[in-house]
């Protein structure tokens, strides 16, 4: 048997889905061409749509189940009063911050297993890589009590009144994430249609985010 990436015991590993399996489903039901953009440094791909979104074996059922429940909330307490209400006052607790780091330290874990992240442009860019996600790990866990300097800032998005009809269902009906890199920068984005999510690895002057960090308190 393989080892789960989250709790490192060797168990059974489910199909897991790398970004919410809730919302690629409900793409199919408001789009004909819903897809996905995934991009790095090194990589610039436009995927066509796939059935439940990017999947590999990733995941013991066990914490598939936990890191399940974070999306649930999510999708149930954010994403839906935001999106579908127009509620521009959420009130959260610690799972939104559960949920924003499972879903970079998924992205991260894969950018670095399926791309070309090596430390040829940026020395030690790898390295910085895995210290985040094993931080982001053991919160995940409950070993560690917040993620420490990797944040979590949430981004929700107003679509401009000049888009074109092109451009609203660009970003209505898609979901993107890349690993930003450069000399001083280091990001995990993702978008789930309007609510964007950056993960902080390294980012100078990081407290003039401070608004948009998502907190454990």
Known sequence: ???????????????????????FRDLMGISKKPHLLYRTNTDNKSTNFVQDGLKTELL????????????????????VPFTKRAERIIVYQEWLLKFAVSLSWRLCLYSLSNSHLGDDSYPGMRERLLNAVEVWRLYLL?????????????????IPKTYTVREHRHLTESISFWIHVN??????????????IVGLIELPNSSKWRSSRISTN
Request: with cysteine; glycine share 2%; hydrophobic share 25%.
């Open 183 to 196: 000399d001083d920068q280091y990001l995990v984005y993702s978008r789930i249609q309007t609510i964007a």
């Open 1 to 23: 048997m393989k080892e789960c990436a989250l709790c490192q015991e060797s168990k059974p590993l489910q199909n897991s889905h790398i970004l919410p399996k809730n919302h």
């Open 142 to 158: 409950d070993r560690q009590d917040n993620p420490g300097k990797y944040e979590q800032h949430i981004f929700p998005l107003q």
């Open 60 to 79: 013991c059922f066990d914490c598939e189940q936990r890191l399940g429940r974070y999306e649930n909330s999510f999708k149930r307490n954010f994403f």
